[in-house]
Every structure is written in C-alpha cells, then in structure tokens.
C-alpha cells in the first residue's frame, strides 16, 4: 500500500471538489476513466500515487488544467455545468440565426417567385 503524501492528498482533495461542484458521483468519474469506484477513491483519498497522463485525463474531463489540481483547493474553474450553460447559450444564439437566416431564403424565394425570375 502506497503511504499518503500531501501532495497526494491535496491533489485528491481537488479532484473530489471538482466532483461535487458538478455533483457527480465517483461512479461517473470511474466510468469515464475505465477504472473501479475503489480505484477511483483511492485517487480522492490521497492513497494512490496518480501519474501525470491520468492527472491528464482527469482535468480534461472536469474542463480545467493541471494546475487547478495541484493547486491550493481554492479553484478559480468554473463548474463544468458553467461551461455547459455557455455551450447551451451559444446554441441558442446560432439557432436564432438559423431562423433569421431560414426567414431570409424565404423572402428571396418570395420576390424571385412574385418578379418570375427564374421561370
């Protein structure tokens, strides 16, 4: 068994605060890794001595950067629900401009129907 280091628990630590901020459970986490919910304890718990590509992994899925893992526990990340509520903005304004566009054909359609161009 690997002993506790603080980095290893303080690492740990963030991990586990990303998770709840986005409450996830560690099922999901352990899901997306391809690993065991043991498994993936032991990374919260500071147990196991986590490499750097599996750090990798880990803050590409939360969306945020190896530094907010190894930092202080005060992560200036937003959310992952954040970046989504962004995603589902800029959805909403392409949408908008889909239909504004779809309107557009449709009166050009309009006046080269009503002027018989085309016929």
Do not use: C
């Not at 986590?50 to 992994?57: A, G, K, T």
């Amino acid at each position: 068994m690997v002993a506790k280091t603080k980095m290893n628990t303080s690492v740990g630590g963030n991990i586990r605060k990303l998770r709840e901020e986005n409450k996830w459970s560690q099922q999901v986490i352990a899901d997306h890794l391809s690993i065991s919910i043991p498994a993936y304890s032991k990374i919260e718990t500071g147990v196991t001595d986590v490499n750097l590509s599996r750090l990798e992994q880990i803050a590409h899925f939360f969306n945020t950067d190896l530094a907010t893992l190894f930092g202080d526990g005060k992560t200036d990340a937003p959310p992952v629900s954040t970046h989504y509520t962004r995603l589902e903005k800029d959805l909403e304004e392409a949408e908008k401009e889909i239909i504004y566009l779809q309107r557009k054909v449709i009166q050009l359609f309009d006046e080269i129907h009503k002027n018989g161009i085309g016929a």
